[in-house]
């Protein structure tokens, strides 16, 4: 089959189906008459298989060991199963606490002790919020740091979650935070008169650009 006939029968995009042969997920053969590629029934059969596998969130390389002939599928699906239990826990830990700021009408002059107080005696209770740590975790997942294996050190690096968390960081900082407070200094000084509208604007300008570079590299790939 084509990668046409392939897309139009999973109802993918070909650009999907490109992304997986990338990954290393299929290994269509290349036909003898050209250089297009000949994807086999047992290559639908894995696409639909990642297909399926996606929608329970599991990574690339989780699918990677899926796929092996060695793999437990069913330890694979409980340990996806309590991550996503827990992941649920932090969802709702999350909505009781904004439904309750809500009915407080809480806004900018917030007690704020009063509902870090709160979350403390949740957390005693058992309830669970997102912790930062976990949250740079998921961003330093998105950002496929496995991209750049090959160069200098990046091996190693990626054997250590303390570095990729460093990295995450690092990277906000030069390219979230730095411009935002430029934004905010040069606002300041606008407003003060003394600051220029044309710095400004190119501030602006900048930091839309750095921020949207941030989000691309952590946008999760759900291809």
């Not at 989780?62 to 996503?84: C, F, G, H, N, P």
Request: hydrophobic content about 45%; overall charge negative.
């Amino acid at each position: 089959m084509t990668i046409s006939e392939v897309a139009n029968l999973l109802n993918i995009d070909q650009s999907t189906v490109r992304f997986y042969e990338r990954k290393g997920l299929i290994n269509p053969a290349r036909r003898e008459d050209s250089k297009y590629r000949d994807y086999s029934g047992e290559d639908v059969m894995k696409l639909k298989h990642i297909m399926l596998y996606r929608k329970l969130d599991f990574s690339i390389e989780d699918i990677q060991t899926l796929l092996s002939e060695d793999a437990d599928v069913q330890v694979m699906l409980m340990e996806r199963k309590q991550k996503l239990e827990d992941l649920k826990e932090q969802i709702m830990g999350s909505l009781a606490l904004c439904e309750k700021m809500i009915a407080d009408s809480a806004d900018a002059d917030m007690e704020v002790d009063y509902y870090l107080s709160y979350v403390h005696e949740e957390e005693e209770k058992g309830q669970i919020f997102p912790e930062i740590v976990s949250t740079i975790d998921l961003i330093a997942d998105n950002m496929n740091m496995e991209r750049y294996l090959g160069l200098p050190f990046v091996s190693w690096m990626l054997q250590h979650d303390t570095v990729r968390r460093i990295i995450v960081v690092v990277a906000i900082l030069i390219l979230v935070v730095f411009h935002v407070v430029n934004i905010v200094r040069s606002i300041i000084e606008v407003a003060a008169g003394s600051g220029s509208v044309a710095k400004l604007i190119i501030w602006c300008i900048y930091g839309v650009a750095m921020v949207s570079v941030f989000l691309g590299l952590t946008r999760k790939n759900r291809t």
